[in-house]
C-alpha cells in the first residue's frame, strides 16, 4: 500500500512538473510584422497625444493603438505608410505571480490558455524607434479572430 502511494505520488509530481515546463518552453521571443499605419480619432483623455493606429499586413483584420505625443510625428517622416514593428511575445501566464501557482483553478486556467494560444504581447521596436512616449494603447480585430499574428 505503502509503495503505491509513493508511486502516485510521484507521478503527480512528475506531473506536475512536467506540465509547468510545458507552459514555460519558449517563454519570451520576438516577432516582426510589416504593418501600415494611420492616424486615428483623438482621445480627449489625452489631448497632447497622437492616435496612432498599426495594421498587420499580413493580418488586415488585427491592430494595435497607440496614443503617443511622438510617435506620428516619427512616422511621418517615413517614406510610406509601411512600418516594421517588433513585438515581444509572451505565454499568457507571464501575469502569474506568488500564490497563483499553488491555486488549481489559477493553472488550469494557464494551461487553457495555453492549449488555445493566448499570449501577451507589447511593441519594442516600431521602425528604427526603440523608445516613445506612449498614455495608453491598445489591440484589438474585426471580423476573423484567426488568422492571429500570433499563431
Given at each position: 500500500m505503502k509503495n503505491r502511494k509513493r508511486i502516485a505520488i510521484l507521478a503527480l509530481t512528475?506531473?506536475?512538473?512536467?506540465?509547468?515546463?510545458w507552459m514555460v518552453a519558449g517563454a519570451n521571443r520576438r516577432v516582426v510584422h510589416e504593418m501600415t499605419w494611420q492616424y486615428g480619432e483623438p482621445a480627449p483623455e489625452w489631448p497632447s497625444a497622437q492616435h496612432?493606429?498599426?495594421?498587420?499586413?499580413?493580418?488586415?483584420?488585427?491592430?494595435?493603438?497607440?496614443?503617443?505625443?511622438?510617435?506620428?510625428?516619427?512616422?511621418?517622416?517615413?517614406?510610406?505608410?509601411?512600418?516594421?514593428?517588433?513585438?515581444?511575445?509572451?505565454?499568457?501566464?507571464?501575469?502569474?505571480?506568488?500564490?497563483?501557482?499553488?491555486?488549481?483553478?489559477?493553472?488550469?486556467?494557464?494551461?487553457?490558455g495555453r492549449l488555445r494560444g493566448s499570449v501577451?504581447?507589447?511593441?519594442?521596436?516600431?521602425?528604427?524607434?526603440?523608445?516613445?512616449?506612449?498614455?495608453?494603447?491598445?489591440?484589438g480585430h474585426k471580423g476573423n479572430v484567426k488568422p492571429s499574428p500570433w499563431d
Open positions: 512528475f506531473l506536475v512538473v512536467a506540465c509547468m515546463a496612432v493606429v498599426l495594421t498587420f499586413v499580413e493580418y488586415p483584420d488585427h491592430y494595435v493603438g497607440i496614443y503617443s505625443s511622438d510617435l506620428g510625428d516619427y512616422l511621418e517622416t517615413l517614406p510610406g505608410s509601411r512600418v516594421r514593428v517588433e513585438f515581444e511575445v509572451s505565454p499568457v501566464f507571464g501575469g502569474m505571480h506568488g500564490a497563483d501557482w499553488i491555486n488549481p483553478l489559477k493553472i488550469l486556467d494557464l494551461v487553457i501577451w504581447y507589447h511593441e519594442v521596436r516600431i521602425g528604427n524607434l526603440t523608445q516613445w512616449r506612449s498614455a495608453f494603447s491598445y489591440s
